[in-house]
């Protein structure tokens, strides 16, 4: 495996990002969204997605479990994912 030097401005630097864990925020719907809609596009099944959120491994996931429910989670996997 080829290794490099680590550069101060390297486009491929791991970057974290903090996420508010506050209930009613806009953003943390369109996170979810996103969320199912990238699992949804690599094949996962209802499921499997829903585990993800139930699971606290899964920090951004978990957080809109945790603050909107199970029943909410439910909903929006199944009007995001093809089919309903």
């Known amino acids: 495996m080829v290794e490099k030097e680590y550069e101060e ?4 630097a791991l970057v974290g990002v ?12 369109e996170m979810a969204r996103v969320f199912v809609d990238e699992f949804a596009r690599m094949g996962w099944a209802r499921g499997r997605i829903l ?6 491994f899964y920090r951004g996931p ?3 479990w945790r603050t909107y429910g199970d029943e909410f989670v439910q909903r929006l ?8």
């Open 77 to 84: 996997v199944t009007e995001r994912l093809p089919g309903g």
């Open 51 to 56: 585990e993800v959120f139930r699971n606290p």
């Open 18 to 29: 903090s996420i508010p864990d506050t209930e009613g925020a806009a953003s943390l719907v």
């Open 9 to 12: 401005d390297d486009p491929l």
């Open 62 to 64: 978990h957080i809109v």
